[in-house]
């Protein structure tokens, strides 16, 4: 059996210092040297694949991802001043419940308010409320006659807890 030179670069069987310093000792010969470092990559590998399966994992009882803000929809997307239209909202609450022990728990928002802004224009339209399991709420309400045709936006909770991008369109 060929003995593994340490410290002197790559051998016939390809093993350079930091593969001789990882698996084996200055008494190890070759045959040796390849098992210990086919263990050595089992394991190393059997490890790699498990921390990305770790960090996907999914979370312990008692924890959610709830920390997303509100996502606003609105129905029709174009309208005409005057005309009425409705708006959805899902997860209008405080709080964020996505650590053990939950430290800051969530709770539905009430009575907030929405404007309509376009320019430097803006006014109330009516509150939203968000209930249920997805703090979801709705709003039916006329787009305001003061409205020009053009980019406009609705706001909740100024100075931009959410905010929701429409075009005004001309009216009939």
């Known amino acids: 059996m060929t003995p593994v030179r340490h410290g002197a670069g790559p051998t016939r069987f390809g093993h350079g210092r930091l593969a001789a310093l990882v698996v084996g000792g200055p008494g190890d010969d070759a045959a040796t040297m390849i098992v210990r470092r086919r263990a050595v990559l089992a394991v190393a590998g059997a490890l790699g694949s498990l921390v990305p399966v770790a960090a996907c994992a999914p979370p312990t009882?008692?924890?959610?991802?709830?920390?997303?803000?509100?996502?606003?929809?609105l129905s029709p997307v174009s309208a005409a001043p005057g005309q009425q239209?409705?708006?959805?909202?899902?997860?209008?609450?405080?709080?964020?419940?996505?650590?053990?022990?939950?430290?800051?728990?969530?709770?539905?928002?009430?009575?907030?308010?929405?404007?309509?802004?376009?320019?430097?224009?803006?006014?109330?339209?009516?509150?939203?409320?968000?209930?249920?399991?997805?703090?979801?709420?709705?709003?039916?309400?006329?787009?305001?006659?003061?409205?020009?045709?053009?980019?406009?936006?609705?706001?909740?909770?100024?100075?931009?807890?959410?905010?929701?991008?429409?075009?005004?369109?001309?009216?009939?």
């Open 61 to 73: 009882s008692g924890v959610a991802a709830s920390c997303a803000g509100p996502r606003l929809a």
């Open 85 to 172: 239209v409705g708006l959805s909202v899902e997860w209008l609450h405080s709080g964020c419940a996505d650590t053990v022990p939950v430290v800051d728990p969530e709770g539905p928002l009430a009575d907030v308010p929405v404007e309509v802004v376009q320019g430097s224009a803006r006014a109330v339209v009516g509150t939203i409320s968000g209930t249920g399991p997805q703090f979801t709420g709705a709003l039916q309400f006329a787009l305001p006659e003061w409205l020009r045709p053009g980019p406009a936006a609705l706001v909740l909770d100024d100075p931009g807890f959410g905010r929701l991008a429409f075009t005004v369109v001309a009216g009939a």
